[in-house]
């Protein structure tokens, strides 16, 4: 791994361009250096939503790669902002900026010198950061603190994926897929779990396993490394680190009885419901009740996770809590879309809901699908509906979709049918004889394989029955088609109603 991962650098940040500003991580930067009164410009493929608040806010944002972009603020920037994963090398910006002696630095770098005079408060973990990020924010802002963020993700209920706070913690999630985690020194520093991937970097799972070690010893004699003790690696890291770091683990009562040296956060009861997930989460002497509005126990975990570095950077237990209970999800994590109104006569697709989610590795596919099963359990007990789990899939990648072929079959056939796209290429180049039947082919429920994206919601059509719940499920382009799935149902429905009042 390359050491210069760790290396401290110092830029000049008066006047900085971001190449693939409209992305989530990007976006996010460029609004915090606008609030610092930075001079900021851009590019991006395609105009966004995110773009045109960001030219709200006084950036410069080109629509297309050129390197006079690195001009349209009217000067040449100090230091320009990429993503060596999604921006390749010969972007013609990234190739004048090197020309032209401008230095070039990856995200994790600029956010860094950000963080420096913060107390850093880091989220890294294979799965849940954002979740985990925007519910520690959410937390701490209920508790007065103010925190500055960046997050991978928008906040439903704030609609932003950062701020430049007053408070004296930076929150911020650690991403550890090209080891750019080791730019950070936290203060706290939480490690959700430890699952093998992004092999194609790391080259080897031991490697993968050493990155998190490496970024847990970042922290100072005085930090706190938080480690969730229901996943087995991240519990073996705190287990392995305790006579060196303050060590804090959280979990299940199960999970804490394993490991009571370091143990700390303890959860009980957790019940998915049709409205949400409930628990009671005890630390120290103190138990509180938490009421997350999203369903599954994996979201109480990252709950758990965000309430005790809230805790452990200064907050109040129940005005954590509460900020936790009133937590309105992140954008694309088991986002709600819409729904078809039941109405009073059931019609073909009366009740049917559509939420959208990032899941992209077989972990997260299993976790969100087995919360969108519950959840619909739940309302069959409680409400006396039923309805099944559908899942509109896409593969990302496909190192990723070779590598768990077995893993992502095993994980959507939780699912009660699945309609599986092509797999979305992003930065790889397709593999001859490889498409998303390799998945299909080893799955063990009713399966249709969709190659052509544009027909997708036709499949839905098809399939859907009164009462289900829709997902449409991966990193790449498949959100797109949740609204549309939504509409084509709705105005179905809708049609069927206005044949039934006029006696058709």
């Known amino acids: ?60 944002v080109a629509i297309g790669h050129n390197a006079s972009n690195l001009s349209i603020a009217g000067q040449l920037p100090t230091v320009v902002v990429t993503s060596f994963a999604a921006i390749p090398k010969e972007n013609p910006e990234l190739v004048a900026a090197r020309e032209r002696g401008i230095p070039v630095v990856r995200r994790s770098d600029i956010l860094a010198e950000l963080m420096k005079s913060s107390k850093e408060v880091l989220i890294a973990g294979t799965h849940g950061k954002t979740s985990t990020t925007s519910m520690a924010v959410v937390a701490m802002q209920a508790a007065g603190m103010d925190p500055s963020f960046a997050i991978g993700g928008q906040l439903n209920k704030a609609g932003i994926n950062a701020h430049w706070g007053t408070g004296e913690c930076f929150v911020a999630e650690a991403d550890e897929s090209d080891a750019s985690l080791l730019r950070y020194s936290p203060q706290i520093a939480v490690v959700t779990n430890i699952e093998p991937d992004h092999l194609d970097f790391f080259g080897t799972a031991e490697a993968y396993h050493q990155v998190f070690e490496d970024f847990a010893r970042r922290l100072p004699k005085d930090g706190h490394l938080v480690v969730c003790l229901d996943d087995a690696h991240a519990a073996a890291l705190g287990e392995k680190l305790k006579t060196e770091l303050n060590v804090v683990g959280y979990g299940t009562r199960a999970a804490a009885q394993a490991h009571p040296e370091i143990a700390h956060t303890v959860i009980d009861g957790a019940t998915v419901g049709a409205t949400g997930t409930r628990a009671t989460v005890q630390i120290g002497e103190q138990r509180v009740n938490v009421d997350l509005q999203i369903p599954g126990e994996h979201m109480m975990l990252n709950a758990a996770a ?90 990302h990648l496909y190192s990723r979709t ?79 088609l949740a609204p549309e799935i939504l509409g084509v149902l709705r105005e179905a429905e809708s049609g069927a109603e206005s044949e039934t009042d006029t006696g058709k």
């Not at 401290?8 to 971001?18: G, K, P, T, Y």
């Not at 606008?34 to 410069?60: E, P, Q, T």
């Not at 509460?322 to 059931?346: C, K, L, N, T, Y």
Request: glycine letters at 10%.
């Open 1 to 60: 791994m390359n050491s210069s991962a760790t290396e401290q650098q110092e830029f000049d940040f008066s006047r900085v361009h971001l190449v693939g500003i409209g992305g989530a991580g990007m976006s996010g930067v460029a609004r915090i250096l606008l609030a610092r009164n930075c001079v900021v410009s851009g590019s991006d493929a395609k105009d966004s939503r995110a773009i045109l608040a960001l030219r709200s806010a006084g950036a410069h």
């Open 306 to 395: 965000a309430i005790t570095a809230g805790m452990l950077a200064g907050g109040e237990l129940t005005e954590l809590a509460r900020g936790v209970s009133e937590f309105g999800g992140v954008r694309r994590r088991f986002e709600f879309i819409g729904a078809v109104p039941a109405g009073d006569s059931a019609g073909k697709f009366a009740g049917v809901e559509i939420y959208d989610d990032y899941a992209h590795h077989p972990t997260e596919v299993a976790a969100v699908l087995s919360a969108a099963r519950q959840r619909q359990d739940a309302k069959a007990a409680e409400q006396g509906t039923s309805g099944r789990v559908l899942v509109a899939f896409q593969p």
């Open 402 to 480: 070779i590598e768990f072929a077995q893993e992502f079959a095993d994980a959507l056939s939780l699912a009660d049918q699945a309609v599986l796209l092509e797999i979305y290429g992003a930065r790889e180049q397709p593999v001859e004889g490889v498409d998303s039947t390799i998945i299909a082919s080893k799955m063990s429920v009713p399966v249709v394989y969709e190659p052509d994206f544009s027909a997708v919601p036709a499949r839905l059509y098809e399939l859907a029955q009164p009462g289900d719940l829709i997902l449409t499920m991966g990193a790449g382009s498949v959100t797109m």
